[in-house]
């Protein structure tokens, strides 16, 4: 999320808040009939959208905590793989599951094993990124599948053998397991993050009692009790509630 974008959110919680400031020194001349716009009302509504903000920042760096441990677990799978097929060959293991685990093999790396045809780079329209065929398999719910078929190829292979501990069949299984776990959290980081965007950008703008509407309906009844041109109105005419979704 950008700074500026951020900086909005922040801007209209601080004119919610200054709003509350202004009303409460009008005294008991602000009574609003509608309770949302009551100064307890408001207060309410500011603490709600501190804590949307603070629940936004909390599941944010959890997301982010997830994905990094996701990113350095396959990058340590990266490193395995070439690892993997060398002991294959030392184990000389069918000819078949051989030629299988490198076809498992290209697919982790995102590679073909014949160099795809390329679009014409003289044609001007065609941009660079796409002048070569993407056979690119490398989201991580397809790593993790691939690598799924690695070990169940290797697990069935009776001539496979490792003495060491990570290149074993339970070792493989183990970086299996710790794959799939890895990338359960970050999908799950994912949605907690979805989730809390939704509920901030819910207590900011949502429809009804929220932080926008709220506080452009407690400037409009200053307005009507003491005239756009009063004194009492002038620090909240330049006050703005915009809306900011990202």
Partial sequence: MSTTTESGHARNA?????????????????????????IAGMQVMLQSAFA????????????????NDRE????????MLPRIIRMLEVNRVRA?????????????QGRRKSTPPSADASDPGTPATRRTISV?????????????????????????SANEPELTVTGLNDM????RASNSAVIAAQAAYNEALRARNVTFYGEGNSVYHTGRAAKKYVESLFGRRSTEY?????????????
């Fill in 14 to 38: 601080a004119h919610l808040e200054f709003v509350i400031s202004h009303c409460t020194s009008l005294g008991q001349r602000y009574n609003p009939p509608q309770s949302a716009i009551t």
């Fill in 52 to 67: 949307s903000q603070e629940q936004l920042r909390l599941t944010r760096s959890g997301l982010a905590a997830a994905t």
């Fill in 136 to 160: 690119s398999q490398l989201s991580y719910d397809s790593l993790v599948a691939n690598f799924a078929d690695l070990v169940r190829l290797i697990t069935d292979e009776p001539a496979y």
């Fill in 72 to 79: 350095l677990l396959f990058a340590e799978l990266r490193k």
């Fill in 234 to 246: 002038k620090p909240l005419a330049g006050i703005q509630f915009k809306k900011t979704y990202k």
């Fill in 176 to 179: 299996l397991t710790r794959l």
């Fill in 96 to 108: 078949q599951t051989l030629a299988d685990a490198k076809t498992i093999y290209r697919r982790l």
